[in-house]
């Protein structure tokens, strides 16, 4: 062979030279155009002949709808496969064909049984129609191992955050129900203009995993409603270690109430919310959190953020006792030359000099200190406007819907400005049923009207047990003592279970199965299809006396409803 054919021949194996190690195949930065069956022939060829495979790199090429469904082909054996790297790969492609290619790409793993650690679709901007594209696979037995799902600058917007947040609820349920609940432990999902209501959606899905390590959602457009509903959410999920909300819309409320979710945690090495807008209140709130807790801090980023000098002073003190602590950046705020000076002479008294980061781009201290406050209140009132238009919006779409199923107008949400409460229930905004279950709390409970009882049992579907069970315990968690909370819970479990157990088409059998499944009375053991086997669960939910008092009071309305209708 000729020299000049040699050289040919090594460079045509050195364009298309497959990285290999013992589990992983790796066709990343290859720059393939992958558009036809052919054009896919060897990526085919080398996933066939990888025996073991565990882990699939197809980033940084391009494929198409037919490649697609000839290397999920390819993939309908490989049931060891457990990451699949596949960000950046639809380059150059038209929106429409996205969802078909992931749609073939992950029925293919269903159909292999493949069990997945790990899902990176980043970078491929695919929008909400694209959450459909892997909505069956995130709901598969192939997710119930999931333990990193990475989403970054997909462009899902609230539509798509909504679909993946009900799919990670319902991932959750089916693996709950198979006895290994879904442990999601890193979720990413940074520049996808999820907003207030895509974040509140996925929120509600992280408080039933209660699983997470990681958040990184930096760059979505969140304000202070949907702050506080992932706030609420990382409360119930203790084992946190990165919150990264970078550039996203804090305020005073916000940071109020991520600083309350803070107290609680005990395992945050990273906090990143620079670029949010905590300002001076926010700032000192989250200093609290920090003064009181989180020992393990490594991390917490502040810059830009609108902190005037003060404020600053206070996080800097409360870093004193933070051993681990290797980086506090609180750069791009408003400290002056004064107080950059006196931020420094406090961590070399601690000394601490060397974690504080630049200060370059630093605001420089206002004239006058009442700027701050007057700042603050305005701050205040845009939120304030902000919350109203945002119940406005709820209450007109609202109103139809419970027109159109047949409660007219007197049942509809009450009025913003005239609200009826009950006794010693103090005058506030109203909030509407599907709030106050999405991100149950007595105070929403309280202020949802007179007529709570009845619309919570008007809105919830009582010929379906699964959605009866969900909003018995929502309602049960949050009961108190206090006699203002106690009645009205009452009340509304007892209107929800008269509804369902007065309906001839309600299966109490599932019911009753569901609601210990749920309180974790039972655990399903066994396959779907093949029978529900359950065996008692010797250690029950620490809730499990508040429940049951509700359930008894809400099974003795039942009772009452029974015996009405004679059934």
Same mark, same amino acid.
């Given at each position: 062979?000729?020299?000049?054919?040699?050289?040919?021949?090594?460079?045509? =194996?050195?364009?298309?030279?497959?990285?290999?190690d013992?589990?992983?195949?790796?066709?990343?930065?290859?720059?393939?155009?992958?558009?036809?069956?052919?054009?896919?022939?060897?990526?085919?060829? $080398?996933?066939?002949?990888?025996?073991?495979?565990?882990?699939?790199?197809?980033?940084?090429?391009?494929?198409?709808?037919?490649?697609?469904k000839?290397?999920?082909?390819?993939?309908?054996?490989?049931?060891?496969?457990?990451?699949?790297?596949?960000?950046?790969?639809?380059?150059?492609?038209?929106?429409?064909?996205?969802?078909?290619?992931?749609?073939s790409?992950?029925?293919?793993l269903?159909?292999?049984?493949?069990?997945?650690?790990?899902?990176?679709?980043?970078?491929?901007?695919?929008?909400?129609?694209?959450?459909?594209?892997?909505?069956?696979l995130?709901?598969?037995?192939?997710?119930?191992?999931?333990?990193?799902?990475?989403?970054?600058?997909?462009?899902?917007?609230?539509?798509?955050?909504?679909?993946?947040?009900?799919?990670?609820?319902?991932?959750?349920?089916?693996?709950?129900?198979?006895?290994?609940?879904?442990? =999601?432990?890193?979720?990413?999902?940074?520049?996808?203009?999820?907003?207030?209501?895509?974040?509140?959606?996925?929120a509600?899905?992280?408080?039933?995993?209660?699983t997470?390590?990681?958040?990184?959602?930096?760059?979505?457009?969140?304000?202070?409603?949907?702050?506080?509903?992932?706030?609420?959410?990382?409360?119930?999920?203790?084992?946190?270690?990165?919150?990264?909300?970078?550039?996203?819309?804090?305020?005073?409320?916000?940071?109020?109430?991520?600083?309350?979710?803070?107290?609680?945690?005990?395992?945050?090495?990273?906090?990143?919310?620079?670029?949010?807008?905590?300002?001076?209140?926010?700032?000192?709130?989250?200093?609290?959190?920090?003064?009181?807790?989180?020992?393990?801090?490594? #991390?917490?980023?502040?810059?830009?953020?609108?902190?005037?000098?003060?404020?600053?002073?206070?996080?800097?003190?409360?870093t004193?006792?933070?051993?681990?602590?290797?980086?506090?950046?609180?750069?791009?705020?408003?400290?002056?030359?004064?107080?950059?000076?006196?931020?420094?002479?406090?961590?070399?008294?601690?000394?601490?000099?060397?974690?504080?980061?630049?200060?370059?781009?630093?605001?420089?201290?206002?004239?006058?200190?009442?700027?701050?406050?007057? %700042? %603050?209140?305005?701050?205040?009132?845009?939120?304030?406007? #902000?919350?109203?238009? $945002?119940?406005?919006?709820?209450?007109?779409?609202?109103?139809?819907?419970?027109?159109?199923?047949?409660?007219?107008?007197?049942?509809?949400?009450?009025?913003?400005?005239?609200?009826?409460?009950?006794?010693?229930?103090?005058?506030?905004?109203?909030?509407?049923?599907?709030?106050?279950?999405?991100?149950?709390?007595?105070e929403?409970?309280?202020?949802?009207?007179?007529?709570?009882?009845?619309?919570?049992?008007?809105q919830?579907?009582?010929?379906?047990?699964?959605?009866?069970?969900?909003?018995?315990?929502?309602?049960?968690?949050?009961?108190?003592?206090?006699d203002?909370?106690?009645?009205?819970?009452?009340?509304?479990?007892?209107?929800?279970?008269?509804?369902?157990?007065?309906?001839?088409?309600?299966?109490?059998?599932?019911?009753?199965?569901?609601?210990?499944?749920?309180?974790?009375l039972?655990?399903?053991?066994?396959?779907e299809?093949?029978?529900?086997?359950?065996?008692?669960?010797?250690?029950?939910?620490?809730?499990?006396?508040?429940?049951?008092?509700?359930?008894?009071?809400?099974?003795?309305?039942?009772?009452?409803?029974?015996l009405?209708?004679?059934?």
């Amino acid at each position: 062979m000729a020299s000049e054919d040699i050289t040919k021949l090594a460079e045509s =194996l050195a364009k298309t030279q497959v990285g290999r190690d013992q589990h992983q195949l790796s066709f990343k930065g290859k720059s393939l155009k992958l558009n036809t069956a052919e054009d896919a022939e060897e990526v085919i060829k $080398e996933i066939e002949e990888f025996d073991g495979l565990e882990e699939l790199r197809l980033e940084g090429n391009t494929v198409g709808v037919e490649a697609a469904k000839v290397i999920a082909k390819a993939l309908e054996k490989k049931s060891e496969l457990k990451r699949c790297h596949w960000s950046d790969m639809f380059t150059g492609r038209l929106r429409s064909e996205i969802p078909p290619a992931l749609m073939s790409l992950g029925e293919a793993l269903v159909t292999a049984g493949s069990q997945l650690v790990e899902l990176d679709l980043s970078d491929n901007a695919f929008g909400p129609d694209g959450v459909r594209g892997f909505e069956v696979l995130l709901k598969s037995s192939s997710c119930f191992t999931l333990q990193e799902l990475k989403l970054n600058n997909c462009g899902m917007g609230i539509g798509g955050g909504k679909i993946l947040a009900a799919a990670l609820r319902e991932c959750h349920r089916k693996s709950s129900a198979q006895g290994k609940p879904l442990s =999601l432990k890193i979720f990413v999902a940074g520049r996808n203009r999820l907003e207030n209501d895509g974040a509140t959606a996925l929120a509600e899905a992280f408080r039933v995993i209660g699983t997470l390590e990681e958040v990184h959602m930096p760059q979505n457009g969140i304000n202070h409603p949907g702050i506080t509903a992932l706030a609420q959410a990382f409360a119930v999920n203790p084992l946190l270690r990165i919150i990264n909300l970078n550039d996203n819309t804090f305020t005073e409320k916000g940071a109020v109430a991520m600083a309350e979710t803070l107290k609680t945690l005990r395992q945050v090495e990273v906090i990143n919310f620079g670029d949010c807008l905590v300002r001076s209140r926010g700032a000192v709130a989250i200093a609290e959190a920090v003064k009181e807790g989180l020992h393990k801090l490594k #991390e917490l980023n502040l810059s830009f953020c609108e902190i005037k000098r003060d404020a600053a002073l206070i996080i800097a003190e409360a870093t004193e006792d933070k051993s681990e602590l290797e980086k506090l950046d609180l750069n791009g705020n408003c400290l002056g030359e004064e107080g950059c000076e006196q931020l420094q002479e406090i961590l070399e008294g601690f000394n601490m000099a060397e974690v504080l980061g630049s200060l370059s781009d630093d605001e420089g201290e206002d004239d006058d200190d009442d700027d701050e406050d007057d %700042d %603050d209140d305005e701050d205040d009132k845009d939120e304030e406007e #902000e919350d109203e238009e $945002e119940e406005e919006e709820q209450e007109e779409e609202e109103q139809p819907r419970l027109q159109e199923r047949g409660q007219g107008e007197q049942e509809s949400l009450p009025s913003k400005k005239i609200l009826e409460t009950h006794e010693s229930t103090p005058v506030s905004s109203p909030v509407d049923v599907a709030t106050f279950l999405a991100f149950p709390s007595p105070e929403k409970l309280l202020r949802l009207g007179p007529k709570c009882s009845a619309l919570v049992a008007q809105q919830t579907d009582a010929s379906d047990p699964e959605k009866v069970v969900t909003a018995l315990l929502k309602i049960a968690s949050v009961f108190k003592d206090e006699d203002s909370v106690k009645t009205v819970v009452h009340e509304m479990t007892d209107a929800l279970m008269r509804k369902a157990f007065s309906s001839a088409t309600f299966n109490s059998d599932a019911f009753v199965t569901s609601l210990l499944i749920h309180m974790g009375l039972l655990k399903v053991r066994g396959q779907e299809g093949r029978g529900l086997k359950v065996c008692c669960v010797s250690k029950l939910h620490s809730h499990f006396k508040t429940v049951q008092e509700l359930k008894a009071r809400a099974c003795q309305g039942a009772h009452h409803s029974l015996l009405e209708t004679g059934r």
